[in-house]
């Protein structure tokens, strides 16, 4: 699009809005010569749109002939005339000066969109106001330049705008959401792409705190030689990329990011910054030091690997458990801070003799650097390294005394415990996880639970892998109703285990079953007893609705997925589109290529495709349009807080209406009470399922009549 090109004349700085244009001279505190007016004059005549330049006072300065024709008015009638006496519009819908509202936009560093309904000679003539400040040499303000396109009546205007802003604000309340919630990186930056905001998860995952951020641009976060990546994700023309995103401690990690933009482009933008999975990411804030630390005289971290992977080989052969304890010093940064860094290494090699001095005979202490410190624990349970997490908090809580200095710190120790398969870094994490996961005004977590999950796991894989020879698998079937007539539409396939006297939900079985490959196996039969169950209904003379299957990432992967389906449907002697295919939000950005590459071949199949549990992989709708979908299914985690929660209402409403933008039918899971019901139908949701409306129940207690509405 064609701009104005507003650029000093002398040797002051430049501020570029275009191309080709006219030159005007913006250093100056006001147009007043004969010249540079005209200048200024000419170049709004070259605009495409009607404009306007204003003053700091809202004050209209010159008008282009599009402007005066569309409005009917002489330059003369305009010139002269202040913004702030027209009814205005701003773009939350409340009324406010035309002059205030532009300054208020330019200080919040974006475009302001306004409607203002302007009576020249008694005739009102509503417009919308697309408002640009212009800046000096030294960034302040001096003019505004205002495009204007005529709207026919104001109430249109009004419309048009709120309609818009609405987008723009759910947006931004749902990246807010995020932002507080995820435990992914998530940035805002405004138009000029300059960081406004960074979450917590970002400080946690790439080091940086928010105040070292704001005010850089985007693009600083970001591998150099991805910057280019970026950029074409930052404006639209590329939807699915990893970069590398720069750790504080100058290291690279692998992400997705998804770009979320307001639909104008004008305002705030965010980014999620979803880091991939892979061993490169894995949290390594610990330097790789020599054998042994200088500073303290203990094993730096890979002698300290070293030695508990030995440990952990003998223990796994004599079953002896081996316990490890992360310890880290609370705001032990404030000592360099106060006294130097030379107080703090005796402060550090004082902890380093009281930690080691509360140890056990045999027991491995290692320093992995700054103020972390590692103890390896052969032989003791969870009780007797309890015990010695406890001796290490009796020995800081007398106070430290060098160099009269004296200091109190507080040590926060992490606690867990082997199985016997786990790899060094494994029971490291483990344990670090459980100190950071602590209580504020606790000093000791003990990650117990961890290893009595791990030893059920291990008696559950072995159970699950003979739960599909020995016919324990149940398929439970779901009604999906269409919210308008009530009136069943689909079915949701969902499995059990029929472990002994219990029936095992999926939530306790799949995540292992994809975890060990056994998943493959399991969607097989699911795929293979829904299709006999639509065999057998059509048999008996009843005309079931389509039923959804949902596939996991690992069988995305598969090469022979999609013949294992088409033959499936074949030999069950039904038609393909009573099968319909869900593939959850997680699965689809797991890998991207792979699952757009089965999705299409399952699309050139004529079969109906869903994405799953939508809003907990934290992709953009934008994002999906790359996949052949025709139906998104709203996870229940939203759904739950409708009507009663302002987040989660203003998520699903935002979804819904970006999906309808998408011609996608959008489905809500989990839907429980009469409040929920109401709001979706009140947001214009297409179809709902939940126990509300009926449990997972076998077919044998389903009732298939699809020409009675359910009574609700």
């Known amino acids: 699009m064609t701009e104005i090109d507003l650029r000093d004349q002398g040797d002051r700085s430049e501020r570029k809005l275009g191309s080709d244009a006219e030159l005007v001279d913006l250093a100056a505190p006001e147009l007043a010569d004969t010249e540079r007016a005209e200048r200024a004059h000419r170049s709004l005549e070259r605009l495409p749109d009607p404009a306007a330049l204003v003053d700091l006072d809202g004050t209209v300065l010159d008008a282009n002939k599009l402007l005066r024709d569309q409005w009917s008015v002489e330059l003369d009638e305009l010139a002269g005339r202040a913004l702030g006496s027209l009814e205005t519009w701003d773009c939350d819908g409340g009324r406010m000066r035309a002059a205030d509202a532009i300054t208020q936009a330019a200080r919040m560093g974006r475009r302001a969109t306004l409607i203002v309904n302007a009576e020249f000679e008694g005739r009102p003539t509503p417009a919308e106001f697309a408002v640009e400040p212009l800046l000096d040499r030294s960034g302040d303000i001096v003019l505004f330049l205002l495009r204007v396109t005529q709207l026919n009546n104001r109430a249109t205007a009004i419309a048009q705008l709120e309609s818009r802003n609405m987008v723009v604000d759910r947006l931004t309340e749902v990246t807010e959401f995020l932002s507080a919630h995820s435990s992914d990186v998530v940035s805002s930056h405004n138009h000029d792409e300059l960081i406004m905001r960074f979450n917590d998860a970002g400080t946690a995952r790439l080091g940086y705190l928010a105040r070292d951020l704001v005010g850089t641009n985007v693009r600083s976060l970001v591998h150099p030689d991805d910057v280019e990546v970026l950029e074409g994700l930052l404006d639209g023309s590329t939807t699915a990329e990893t970069v590398r995103v720069r750790h504080i401690d100058?290291?690279?990690?692998?992400?997705?990011?998804?770009?979320?933009a307001s639909p104008d482009g004008s305002t705030v933008g965010h980014i999620i910054w979803r880091m991939m999975q892979?061993?490169?990411n894995e949290p390594s804030p610990l330097p790789e030091n020599k054998a042994q630390d200088p500073l303290t005289g203990l094993l730096g971290r890979p002698a300290f690997l070293d030695r508990l992977q030995g440990e952990l080989s003998r223990a796994h052969e004599s079953l002896a458990p081996v316990a490890v304890l992360y310890c880290d010093i609370e705001r032990f940064e404030s000592i360099n801070e106060l006294h130097g860094a030379d107080h703090g290494d005796k402060v550090l090699a004082e902890v380093a003799r009281r930690i080691t001095a509360s140890a056990a005979?045999?027991?491995?202490?290692?320093?992995f650097g700054g103020d972390e410190f590692v103890i390896a624990c052969p032989g003791a349970d969870a009780a007797a390294a309890t015990e010695r997490a406890q001796a290490i908090q009796t020995a800081f809580g007398t106070e430290f005394n060098l160099a009269d200095i004296t200091t109190s710190l507080r040590i926060r120790v992490g606690v867990t415990t082997s199985v016997g398969d786990e790899a060094p870094t494994e029971l490291i994490q483990r344990a670090a996880a459980a100190m950071y996961q602590m209580a504020d005004d606790d000093n000791i977590a003990v990650d117990d639970d961890i290893r009595t999950a791990r030893l059920s796991r291990i008696g559950t894989e072995h159970s699950l892998r003979k739960a599909v020879e020995r016919g324990e698998l149940r398929l439970h079937y779901q009604p999906e109703l269409d919210l308008e007539t009530n009136r069943l539409v689909g079915l949701e396939?969902?499995?059990?285990?029929q472990r002994e006297e219990t029936l095992v939900g999926p939530a306790d079985f799949i995540p292992l079953a994809e975890e060990t490959g056994l998943i493959g196996e399991i969607g097989a039969w699911v795929l293979a007893d829904a299709c006999k169950?639509?065999?057998?209904?059509?048999?008996?003379?009843?005309e079931a609705p389509p039923v959804w299957v949902n596939l996991s990432a690992r069988q995305l992967g598969e090469p022979g997925l999609i013949d294992m389906i088409d033959s499936t449907i074949t030999n069950a002697g039904i038609d393909r589109h009573r099968i319909s295919i869900e593939v959850t939000e997680s699965a689809l950005?797991?890998?991207?290529?792979?699952?757009?590459?089965?999705?299409?071949?399952l699309r050139d199949l004529g079969m109906s495709l869903g994405i799953d549990d939508f809003g907990t992989g934290y992709s953009s709708l934008a994002y999906l349009t790359r996949f052949p979908l025709d139906v998104l299914k709203i996870d229940r985690s939203f759904v739950a807080g409708l009507g009663v929660n302002r987040d989660s209402t203003t998520i699903v409403a935002a979804i819904i209406d970006l999906a309808h933008a998408l011609d996608l039918v959008v489905i809500a899971e989990g839907v429980e009470t009469p409040t929920q019901l109401a709001e979706l139908r009140r947001l214009n949701c297409d179809q709902a399922l939940g126990f509300l409306f009926s449990k997972p129940v076998p077919a044998a207690d389903l009732s298939l009549d699809q020409a009675q509405p359910l009574v609700l």
Do not use: K, N, Y
């Open 589 to 601: 950005m797991e890998d991207a290529e792979t699952a757009e590459e089965q999705l299409g071949r």
């Open 493 to 497: 396939a969902l499995v059990r285990w």
């Open 250 to 260: 100058g290291s690279d990690r692998e992400c997705m990011p998804q770009v979320l």
């Open 533 to 542: 169950q639509v065999r057998t209904w059509l048999d008996d003379g009843i």
């Open 361 to 367: 005979p045999g027991d491995i202490v290692a320093r």
């Open 278 to 280: 892979s061993a490169s």
